[in-house]
């Protein structure tokens, strides 16, 4: 089973940053996909970020330049990470991170991560960003 666990979150002007963590415990595959997703009040979720377990990395293209993903690993515990900078209210969501489900390397489309939610079977709780102008 594979728990994961996001922390991070708060209010912001804009401008600022945050850096956001998931702890990811339990089951550990060598190949995976993880990401951030996020969702504001009355629209979809969305994927933010995506990266693999060889580090290859995708964003949506209103935060490149200005977030950045990236993932630590120590034993069984990976802990993936979002670096957001030059936040503007249209960050201002829900954000949620993500894995593929066992037996990892499943949110897989043409050899890269996807972004489709229906893939990625285990979910954090969420935490909250809030930007203001």
């Known amino acids: 089973q594979l728990q994961l666990v996001e922390s991070g979150g708060g209010s912001v002007q804009g401008g600022g940053s945050l850096r956001l963590s998931c702890v990811s415990s339990?089951?550990?595959?060598?190949?995976?996909?993880m990401a951030w997703f996020r969702q504001a009040p009355g629209k979809e979720r969305e994927a933010v970020a995506t990266?693999?377990?060889?580090?290859?990395?995708?964003?949506r293209d209103s935060v490149k330049g200005r977030f950045t993903i990236s993932i630590s690993q120590d034993n069984a515990k990976k802990t993936l990470y979002l670096q957001m900078s030059n936040l503007k209210p249209e960050d201002t969501a829900m954000y949620y991170c993500?894995?593929?489900?066992?037996?990892?390397?499943?949110?897989?489309?043409?050899?890269?991560?996807?972004?489709?939610?229906?893939?990625?079977?285990?979910w954090g709780q969420g935490t909250q960003v809030t930007v203001s102008s």
């Open positions: 993500a894995s593929d489900p066992p037996p990892g390397w499943v949110a897989v489309t043409n050899a890269h991560c996807t972004r489709n939610e229906a893939d990625f079977g285990y």
């Open positions: 990266i693999d377990s060889n580090g290859r990395t995708d964003y």
């Open positions: 339990g089951y550990s595959p060598s190949k995976y996909c």
